[in-house]
């Protein structure tokens, strides 16, 4: 079983700074690649950031020079700093994971999700 766990959520004003958390723990034989996501009240859930676990990442053009995701592999632990927040930042936040599991199995889990509000 492999769980995402994550934390840093919370209020913040516009313009202002919060850092997201999420660590993979578990059955887990390598972590291939790891993101996050959000939703904002009546719309689709969207990517934000993604990290594989080689270093490459990608961003969604909303967040590109704001936000910034890294990792540290030995944790398997993904982070999102994020600068610069604006209003329409604010959604419920998702980290996503992409595991190579010990049966040679390749299985996507979802963490609860934290919620990051911007305030004008």
């Known amino acids: 079983q492999v769980q995402l766990v994550e934390s840093g959520g919370g209020l913040v004003q516009a313009g202002g700074s919060l850092k997201l958390s999420c660590a993979a723990s578990g059955s887990m034989f390598s972590v291939n690649a790891m993101g996050w996501y959000r939703q904002a009240p009546g719309k689709e859930r969207e990517l934000v950031a993604h990290?594989?676990?080689?270093?490459?990442?990608n961003y969604a053009d909303a967040v590109k020079g704001r936000f910034t995701i890294s990792e540290d592999n030995a944790k398997s632990t993904v982070y999102l700093q994020m600068n610069s927040l604006k209003p329409e930042d604010t959604a419920v936040y998702y980290c996503?994971?992409?595991?190579?599991?010990?049966?040679?199995?390749?299985?996507?889990?979802w963490g609860q999700g934290t919620m990051v509000t911007v305030s004008s």
């Open positions: 996503n994971a992409d595991i190579g599991l010990p049966t040679f199995l390749r299985r996507t889990y």
């Open positions: 990290i594989t676990n080689g270093g490459s990442t």
